[in-house]
Structures are given as structure tokens and as C-alpha cells.
């Protein structure tokens, strides 16, 4: 029997739960009675009740996120009509902010805002000395955590299962918070960034990499923020690197000094990954939202990032707004597209509760939609029509651009030698437009029906010489090992195209792997 259960539904099950980690690795003398269980969103509620139960919990704390507050209020509902004496705690970035509003806050008992790591177990005790009779119950639903000392807490890492290691995302951080204001973040509300000690921290790495643990997930907002700490931890994976050794970091783009260069450059192919935000190029809107960025000083940077070094960028744009037009949104577009990251990521913009930027509803006409995610509908300047036709876009690209299957083929839509525009969002806008009238959806294609279309389409639609383009296309079928030649293509392929190509042995993820697998 476990006096306190841990849960909570993630995306997918190769998401780790970092921050119950964080609470389990923080419960004192109540961490052998306490278990952490682990869903995802698309197990049946009723299931996750089952299993929940058959613990025979006092307490059930649970993680509530933009992607499974849905999922979890229905999961606290039944759980609350079946077992009301069970207490129901609720923790996470979902109900930190505009408390009161929400469903699921009125139908648990408690709800901590805010970083739970201490706050949670101090609850935990007062709930249990209460039930024996020790302790008045605490005062009001909502417990506003105080702010943690990080050099206070224990960190969770050797709570990671080998099962973790082997299959799943591991999460690690070597600070919290955010010193910018971008106010379609959440990360605008936080208090300065606070840095974990540097010599426990990299201790901890230490054990993670004798386990076995190869890709390691920095989730620091800035991890290039503090100069002496992520070129210690840079050289730290250096020193110790290993085929195999993924690490990804989110980075501030207009932050790269020489010292930190120098060490960069020092890495493998297909070791390193950087999240780039870059969000807008549009210097009004950056001020409207309150974002600073130097543009001219990410340019350089990316430059610098794709010519002289071996990492894989994946950058950020965000569509909806306030401010962007479809013209500037594509405008930037283009620009980032010529800086060549390797990933453009599309996001559609989410009202993320607690976040400022509702303040520029009224003055922009900002509509969102009422139900998770809280994508944006439209705009001031973007229609709904508009704001789809971006949405199917982003998927496309994703499914094509980013996914390394199309990498030597993209580059054929925007060739003007081609009779492309050169302009990479207006020709690929066409290439998504053409593909939704013909498939009627942007989700649930098969790779291979993709390859078929976009053969289709730069033969039909644009002209292209089909051997030209089967050749290409071709050429990127094989990337990440793939060896069964399409029948559409094999009339336009010649005998010297069955030749197996050399694979490099890229370690890294599958899909930053395939822009390195075909020499």
C-alpha cells in the first residue's frame, strides 16, 4: 500500500515526468510510501482510475499541463465520485494561474502554484498528521508555494529507471527561470534565473553517463545565460564524450562570445542540439511583445552555427502575433529559411494562462480558442482562413521539411533555375495548399504517399524533369537506411541508382540522424 500516489498523463511515453521526479526525490522520510505512476493521454480514463486505486492512496498529487488538463479533469471527476475520501492535490504550470477559473480546480481538494518541490511534501504531512488527529487541516484550496532554495532541494536523477535510460527522454537542468519578458511565455512571470551548484550537478551527469544514458535533455529557458557555467558543462560532456551522446539546449540566439565558440566547435557531428527561439524577425512586433533580440547578431550566430560547426539548429517561428501580418510573417520566414537551420519549427501562438499578452486582445483583435492549447484563431491581421491555411503549413513542413526524409528535395521547390519563385514560404504555401486540396488533411499521411505527392507535384506542377527529381528524391529515400525502391519512381531511375549507398553510423536521434546518414 502506498499512503501517496504520484501521477500524471504525458504527450507520449517516451516523456519523462521530470518535475514529480523532482517531488518524489523531495519527500523526506514519506518517500517510501509514496509511488510515482506515469499515463499518457491516449490510455483510457477509466483504466488510469484502476490502476491509481489499486494503490489504496491517501493523496493523489497530479502533474496538470496544457497538453493533459483536459484528460486530468475528467480523470479527478470519476475519481472523486468513486473514491471521495481520497484527497486530490494538483500541482503544474496549468493551474498556477487563473486559478479559480478553472474546472478541475473546483473539483480537487488542494492545488499548490508555483515550484511544488517542498510545498508538496509539507502538504503531504500536514494531510496525514491531520487524519491521525495531529494537525489542523490547512487553511483554503489554494497554497502558494514559496520560491525554493535549488542548493535546499535533492535532484531526482538517480530516480531515472534503467528502463527510463534505455527508452524514454532524459530531462535534466542546470538552472530555472528566465531574466526576459516575452509575454506569450510563461517564463516572462518567473524570478530571475537561479543556477543550480555546478560540482553536484555535473556529480550527478557523472552517474547518469555511467548508467548508460546517452541523450541528455537540458530544459534551462537560457542555458547560455551564465557564460562560466554552460562552457563548464560543455567541456564537462566533452571530456567524457562517447559515441552515441546526444544533447540538446535551448539558447539564447544573440548570446554565442568566442569562449563559448571555441568549445562548440569542438563537437561531433550528430552530438548536439540547439533550440534556437527566434519567434519574429519584425522589430515592432519583438517591441509589442517585449522581446529583445538582436537580428543582425543572430544572423551571424546562425551563420556562424551552420558553417563552422557540426550542430544540429533547430529554430522557432511563431504565427499569430500581435502585430505580424501574413507578409511579415513570410517575410521572416524567408529570411530564417536562408540562414538554413536544419528544423524550422511553426508553432501556432497559445494564450498560456497568466501570460500578458491578452493584454493586446482589444487593440489586435486577438481570438483564441477557449479549449487546450488555447491556439490562436485570429487576428487583427490574420482572418481564420488565414490562420489555418498557416496551421496546415506548419504541419506540412514538419512532415517534409523537418522530418530529414525530403533534405536534398525541399531545396527544389524554391530553385528559380526550377521555375521556383525563390521565395521558400510563398513556393512551399503552394506545394501545402496542393497537398490539402488533394488529401483533404494534413495529419496521417504515409511517408511514402508523401514521397508520391511531392513527385507529383514538382513533375506536374512545376515542370521539374522528372529524372532530375527522381534521382533526388531517390537520394533522400535512403536516408536513415531505407532501401525499397517506390515503384513511381523506378521507371525514371537508372541501373547505376540500385548501387547501396555508404550510411554513416550516426548515433543521434533518427530524425537529426538522417541530415548526416548519406555521404
Known amino acids: 500500500?502506498?499512503?501517496?500516489?504520484?501521477?500524471?498523463?504525458?504527450?507520449?511515453y517516451h516523456h519523462c515526468a521530470f518535475g514529480l521526479r523532482y517531488l518524489l526525490a523531495n519527500m523526506g522520510e514519506l518517500q517510501q510510501q509514496t509511488r510515482l505512476l506515469e499515463f499518457t493521454i491516449n490510455q483510457p480514463t477509466l483504466d488510469i482510475l484502476g490502476q491509481i486505486l489499486q494503490h489504496k492512496p491517501k493523496i493523489v498529487g497530479l502533474g496538470v499541463y496544457i497538453w493533459n488538463v483536459e484528460e486530468t479533469t475528467r480523470l479527478v471527476a470519476d475519481l472523486k465520485r468513486v473514491a471521495p475520501e481520497i484527497l486530490v492535490v494538483l500541482g503544474g504550470p496549468e493551474v498556477s494561474y487563473e486559478t479559480e477559473q478553472q474546472q478541475i480546480v473546483h473539483l480537487a481538494d488542494y492545488v499548490i502554484t508555483g515550484e511544488a518541490d517542498l510545498a508538496f511534501p509539507e502538504l503531504c504531512r500536514k494531510l496525514l498528521q491531520s487524519s491521525d488527529g495531529l494537525q489542523m487541516l490547512p487553511e483554503g484550496k489554494v497554497i502558494h508555494a514559496a520560491i525554493p532554495d535549488l542548493n535546499q532541494l535533492q535532484m531526482p536523477y538517480e530516480l531515472y529507471s534503467d528502463e527510463d535510460i534505455a527508452h524514454r527522454v532524459i530531462y535534466v537542468e542546470a538552472s530555472r527561470g528566465c531574466p526576459f519578458t516575452c509575454e506569450f511565455c510563461l517564463s516572462?512571470?518567473?524570478?530571475?534565473?537561479?543556477?543550480?551548484?555546478?560540482?553536484?550537478?555535473?556529480?550527478?551527469?557523472?552517474?547518469?553517463?555511467?548508467?548508460?544514458?546517452?541523450?541528455?535533455?537540458?530544459?534551462?529557458?537560457?542555458?547560455?545565460?551564465?557564460?562560466?557555467?554552460?562552457?563548464?558543462?560543455?567541456?564537462?560532456f566533452l571530456e567524457r564524450y562517447q559515441p552515441g551522446v546526444f544533447l540538446h539546449f535551448e539558447l539564447i540566439p544573440d548570446r554565442l562570445p568566442d569562449a563559448l565558440q571555441k568549445v562548440i566547435v569542438r563537437f561531433p557531428p550528430g552530438s548536439m542540439q540547439f533550440e534556437v527561439g527566434i519567434q519574429t524577425f519584425n522589430d515592432h512586433v519583438s517591441e509589442l511583445i517585449s522581446r529583445k533580440q538582436d537580428n543582425e547578431l543572430v544572423e551571424r550566430n546562425?551563420?556562424?552555427?551552420?558553417?563552422?560547426?557540426?550542430?544540429?539548429?533547430?529554430?522557432?517561428?511563431?504565427?499569430?502575433?500581435?502585430?505580424?501580418?501574413?507578409?511579415?510573417?513570410?517575410?521572416?520566414?524567408?529570411?530564417?529559411?536562408?540562414?538554413?537551420?536544419?528544423?524550422?519549427?511553426?508553432?501556432?501562438l497559445k494564450r498560456l494562462r497568466g501570460t500578458p499578452i491578452i493584454r493586446h486582445d482589444e487593440d489586435w483583435q486577438m481570438i483564441y480558442s477557449p479549449h487546450p492549447p488555447y491556439e490562436i484563431l485570429s487576428t487583427k491581421l490574420m482572418d481564420f482562413e488565414t490562420v489555418q491555411e498557416l496551421r496546415r503549413f506548419a504541419k506540412y513542413w514538419d512532415s517534409?521539411?523537418?522530418?530529414?526524409?525530403?533534405?536534398?528535395?525541399t531545396l527544389l521547390l524554391w530553385d528559380n533555375g526550377r521555375g521556383g519563385s525563390g521565395s521558400p514560404f510563398l513556393e512551399f504555401r503552394r506545394l501545402a495548399n496542393w497537398l490539402f486540396d488533394r488529401e483533404g488533411q494534413s495529419y496521417g499521411i504515409s511517408l511514402?504517399?508523401?514521397?508520391?505527392?511531392?513527385?507529383?507535384?514538382?513533375?506536374?506542377?512545376?515542370s521539374c524533369d522528372a529524372t532530375e527529381v527522381a534521382a533526388t528524391l531517390w537520394r533522400d529515400y535512403q536516408r536513415g537506411g531505407r532501401s525499397d525502391k517506390p515503384g513511381f519512381l523506378r521507371p525514371f531511375l537508372s541501373q547505376a541508382d540500385d548501387r547501396p549507398r555508404m550510411l554513416n553510423a550516426s548515433s543521434a536521434p533518427r530524425r537529426q540522424g538522417r541530415r548526416l546518414d548519406v555521404t
Open 400 to 409: 517534409i521539411a523537418n522530418s530529414g526524409n525530403f533534405v536534398e528535395t
Open 302 to 348: 546562425l551563420n556562424w552555427l551552420r558553417s563552422e560547426t557540426a550542430v544540429h539548429v533547430h529554430a522557432d517561428l511563431i504565427v499569430g502575433l500581435p502585430g505580424e501580418s501574413l507578409d511579415s510573417f513570410a517575410c521572416g520566414f524567408d529570411r530564417l529559411v536562408r540562414l538554413a537551420p536544419h528544423e524550422i519549427q511553426v508553432g501556432i
Open 448 to 462: 511514402s504517399r508523401l514521397f508520391e505527392s511531392v513527385f507529383e507535384y514538382l513533375t506536374s506542377e512545376r
Open 1 to 12: 500500500m502506498n499512503t501517496i500516489v504520484l501521477a500524471t498523463l504525458n504527450a507520449r
Open 188 to 236: 516572462a512571470l518567473e524570478i530571475p534565473v537561479r543556477q543550480f551548484q555546478l560540482a553536484p550537478f555535473l556529480a550527478a551527469m557523472d552517474r547518469l553517463l555511467a548508467r548508460g544514458t546517452r541523450h541528455f535533455k537540458f530544459v534551462d529557458r537560457t542555458f547560455n545565460l551564465n557564460l562560466r557555467v554552460s562552457q563548464a558543462i560543455l567541456e564537462f
